[in-house]
C-alpha cells in the first residue's frame, strides 16, 4: 500500500499513464449537508465531469469506477450525478441503492473488460434516473455548483448580499464623504474595483484546477494578487507614469489571454514552473491594474472619495461573484473584461477632463 496526501482533482491530472483495478471515491464532505447555500465546497472539482474523465482514464479495463454520495437531498441531485459520470465516462452507470446513512447511492462504471457478480448485484436495489440528460444541469470546471438545487432562486443570497451593499454604501459616504451630488464619486475606479474582485475569484478557482482546493492555494492567490499590486504601486511610483490609457491595452488582452488559456495544461510542467506560470498568469491583469489605479488616485481632486469610490466598487464586485452560480465562472472574467472597457470609456479624452490635462 503506497498512501498519498494529495488533492483528488490534482492526483488525477498530474499522473496520468497509470491505471488501477479499482477507482473509489470515498465521502470528501458531508454529502447530507448539501443546501442552496452551497457554493465552493472544498471537493466540487473532483466530481465535475472534466474530475471525473480524469478518473476515468486511470482505470485499467478489467477494473471499475466506484463513487457512493449519500442521496438524502433528492432525486435532482442523483440525476445530476448519473448524468456527469456518463458524460465523463460515455457510458451510464449502474445507480445501487443502499438504506445506510438516510439513503446512498452507488454509482459503478465498468472497464471495458471488467465483469461484476451476478449475485451480488441481486443483493442491492438498481435504480435508473428520472429525467433525462437534456433536463439536468451536469458540473463542470466552469459550473462546479453540485450542491445548488435547480428552479431555485436564491432568494437567501439576494437578501444577505442587499444587506452588505447598504452597509458599504452607508460606511463609504461616511468614511470618506462620496456623495454623487458633489461630483467627487469617481466612476472609472468604481468599476475598476469591482472588475478587480471578479478576477480575484477567477484567480483563486483556476489555481485551486492546478493545485487543488486548499488554503495554500488560497492564500498563495491572495499574496501574489497583493504582491503585484504592490509592485505596480512602486513602478508608477519610481518612474512617474501619469497616463493610465495606454496600461489598458494589456490589461484587456491579458484578461482575454486568460480566458481562453486551458489551466490544466500546466500539468505537463514541473510543480515550481507550473506555480510560477499559473501565478504570472492570474497576477498579470492585476499588475497592470496595479498601475491605473494609482495613477487615476493621483491624478484625482478628492483621492479620499476617489478611495472610497474604488472600496465600493470591489464590494459590488464581490457581489457580482454571485453571477457565476448562474452564467459560470469563466463569465467572471467576460464582465470584468466589460467593466474595464467602460472604465477606459470613461477616462477616454472627450469624457475625462483627467485624461486631457494630463
Not at 200 to 208: A, D, F, I
Not at 240 to 268: D, E, K
Request: aromatic share 12%; proline share 5%; glycine share 8%.
Amino acid at each position: 500500500m503506497h498512501i498519498l496526501l494529495n488533492d483528488a482533482r490534482s492526483f488525477f491530472d498530474k499522473h496520468l499513464g497509470k491505471k488501477y483495478d479499482v477507482v473509489c471515491y470515498g465521502l470528501l464532505d458531508s454529502h447530507a449537508m448539501a443546501s442552496a447555500m452551497s457554493t465552493l465546497r472544498l471537493d466540487n472539482y473532483v466530481y465535475t465531469a472534466e474530475g471525473i474523465r480524469a478518473a476515468w482514464l486511470h482505470v485499467a479495463p478489467t477494473g471499475h469506477l466506484s463513487l457512493a454520495m449519500s442521496c438524502y437531498a433528492g432525486s435532482w441531485f442523483i440525476d445530476r450525478l448519473f448524468w456527469t459520470i456518463a458524460a465523463a465516462t460515455g457510458q451510464k452507470p449502474l445507480m445501487l441503492y443502499s438504506p445506510m446513512h438516510g439513503g446512498t447511492m452507488t454509482y459503478v462504471v465498468l472497464g471495458t473488460a471488467a465483469h461484476l457478480n451476478a449475485f451480488e448485484l441481486t443483493r442491492h436495489e438498481q435504480l435508473g434516473p428520472r429525467n433525462s440528460i437534456k433536463e439536468t444541469q451536469m458540473v463542470t470546471d466552469d459550473w462546479p455548483f453540485l450542491y445548488i438545487r435547480p428552479h431555485i432562486f436564491p432568494w437567501g443570497y439576494l437578501a444577505v448580499l442587499s444587506v452588505v451593499l447598504i452597509f458599504a454604501v452607508l460606511s463609504v459616504r461616511y468614511a470618506f464623504g462620496l456623495t454623487t451630488s458633489s461630483g467627487q464619486f469617481h466612476s472609472p475606479l468604481f468599476l475598476m474595483g469591482a472588475a478587480f474582485l471578479l478576477i480575484e475569484t477567477r484567480g483563486v478557482t483556476s489555481l485551486s484546477l492546478l493545485f487543488g482546493s486548499t488554503w495554500i492555494v488560497n492564500s498563495s492567490v491572495f499574496a501574489g494578487i497583493l504582491l503585484m499590486v504592490l509592485l505596480g504601486n512602486l513602478a508608477v511610483r519610481l518612474w512617474h507614469w501619469t497616463n493610465p490609457l495606454p496600461w489598458f491595452i494589456p490589461l484587456l488582452f491579458s484578461i482575454a489571454f486568460q480566458y481562453f488559456f486551458p489551466i490544466p495544461w500546466l500539468h505537463v510542467l514541473p510543480p515550481l514552473l507550473a506555480g510560477l506560470t499559473g501565478g504570472l498568469l492570474i497576477g498579470l491583469p492585476v499588475g497592470f491594474a496595479g498601475i491605473i489605479v494609482p495613477i487615476l488616485l493621483a491624478k484625482s481632486t478628492n483621492p479620499s472619495a476617489a478611495l472610497g469610490s474604488n472600496l465600493l466598487g470591489a464590494v459590488v464586485g464581490g457581489c457580482l461573484e454571485y453571477l457565476s452560480l448562474i452564467c459560470g465562472l469563466r463569465s467572471l472574467l467576460l464582465l470584468a473584461l466589460v467593466l474595464y472597457l467602460f472604465a477606459l470609456l470613461l477616462l477616454s479624452p472627450k469624457r475625462s477632463t483627467l485624461v486631457t490635462n494630463a
